[in-house]
């Protein structure tokens, strides 16, 4: 471990700073602040990412990386043999979030563009994929300039649509681990709102949790709100369909068992005097089990059922499960591993163990046919910003939120570090 820590710190040092605490990281140098500015200010929605590949690709090319495009959709692979040795694939995703930035930075996205239902939306990373692959780009470059220092296969990986969680899938559907060295291990890295900058924190085993978002249909008859006697209301039993689905973690679930059912959006009818023939819901279901992800499933299309026949409905309700995230485990063994090396070069305090969040993630998918893998957690918060709303209780704005804005120059130099360390605590020499 000392022998590859010092590697780690000779590859490292060319490029950092003078004095201080800076001195755990690398610089951003001009090149990925630039990287960094250009692709907060040029956000893609999820799938439409042709010029983020492009620039992504090109950056890989330069480095002298094998470069694919056009994988399961907008995908980059740049694939880097150097030796003998492990197949490390890293990954950052590409997409942006429809959302109107209102950060009031500087260099705050002012993009617009339609969305896939033909709505005009403000464009923003409000994920932080900007400052993932920021932190990709520097960690290729600098395992590019330094190949003397590990041995083995290097894969970048660049994926598209993760906040649809429906890249990863395609990529792997269009031959990823058959048409490129298949990895043995994976690693990503996923800016944290609730971390300040300086510090990475991981979860070894089950990180992210189980995610389904379903479309609910009730039916009913429709007509005239005078007349409700000529009709059956799907609005009355879309009501009750609500607060019933609130008994399946209250008065299903194991305490033990974490779960989340939310309504996260309800729609019928047009009018006051209109009782609408049907009514549209749309659920997320979040846990970490997959037992209690199908009593979940069960649960719900047993209550929308048991409503609708309660209320003499004609035709039973469609449930539809739009999109799934299965819940990312991190390999236990490989999370140590890295977070040894990481602990060496951030400093003990500077890699904390965190609980597993409620969010989800496409990086499982990655975990096909066994292969381990690593998401690990990039404070991104101002840390004096940080400590002061820790101490107050204020809530600072979270991942998604228009008004998230990470502490640019301390969240990449982290970035940057932790993951050519991480990199290096697997290949390096
Ligand atoms: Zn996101
Ligand atoms: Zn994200």
Redesign the pocket.
């Known amino acids: 471990m000392k022998v590859q820590s010092l590697i780690v710190a000779l590859l490292l040092c060319a490029s950092v700073l003078a004095a201080g605490q800076s001195q755990r990281f690398v610089t951003t140098d001009e090149v990925n602040e630039k990287l960094y500015l250009d692709l907060h200010q040029s956000p893609e929605l999820s799938g439409h990412e042709t010029r983020t590949a492009q620039k992504m690709a090109d950056g890989l090319r330069a480095l002298g990386f094998d470069v694919a495009t056009g994988v399961g959709g907008t995908g980059v692979v740049g694939v880097m043999k150097n030796g003998p040795g492990p197949v490390v694939m890293v990954r950052t995703?590409l997409d942006a979030l429809p959302i109107v930035e209102r950060t009031g930075l500087s260099y705050a996205s002012k993009v617009k563009t339609l969305n896939d239902a033909g709505v005009e939306v403000g464009v923003m990373h409000a994920?932080?994929?900007d400052a993932?692959m920021s932190s990709w780009m520097g960690t290729a470059r600098l395992l590019a300039a330094k190949k003397s220092a590990w041995s083995g296969t290097l894969i970048m990986l660049g994926q598209p649509a993760?906040?649809t969680v429906s890249g990863a899938r395609r990529m792997l559907a269009d031959g990823l681990y058959e048409r490129f060295p298949k990895p043995t291990y994976v690693l990503a890295l996923?800016?944290s709102a609730d971390l300040p900058a300086g510090v990475v924190a991981y979860t070894a085993g089950v990180a992210t949790s189980n995610a389904d978002a379903l479309d609910v249909t009730i039916y009913g008859r429709g007509g005239h709100g005078s007349r409700p006697d000529a009709t059956i209301d799907p609005v009355v039993i879309a009501a009750r369909v609500v607060l019933t689905l609130q008994t399946l973690v209250s008065r299903e679930m194991n305490p033990w068992n974490p779960a989340v059912v939310t309504v996260g959006s309800i729609h019928g009818g047009t009018r006051y005097n209109i009782i609408p023939d049907e009514v549209h819901l749309q659920l997320t279901v979040r846990d970490y089990d997959a037992k209690v992800r199908q009593h979940l499933l069960d649960g719900i299309r047993r209550i929308v059922r048991a409503e609708a026949e309660a209320a003499g409905a004609e035709k039973m309700p469609k449930v539809e499960i739009a999109e799934s995230a299965t819940a990312v485990h991190n390999d236990v063994a490989l999370t140590n591993r890295v977070m040894a090396a990481l602990r060496e070069r951030l400093g003990d305090s500077n890699v904390r163990e965190q609980k597993p969040v409620t969010?989800s993630?496409d990086f499982s998918e990655f975990e096909r046919d066994g292969v381990p893998v690593l998401q690990f957690n990039l404070g991104a918060v101002n840390p004096q910003v940080w400590s002061d709303a820790t101490k107050s209780g204020k809530q600072l704005p979270g991942?998604?939120s228009s008004a998230f804005a990470p502490d640019r120059e301390l969240t990449l130099k982290t970035g940057v570090t932790a993951e050519t360390t991480a990199v290096l605590s697997l290949m390096g020499k």
Do not use: K, S, T, V
Request: net charge negative; charged share 40%; aromatic share 0%.
């Open positions: 995703e994920c932080g994929h993932h993760e906040e996923h800016d969010g993630e991942l998604h």
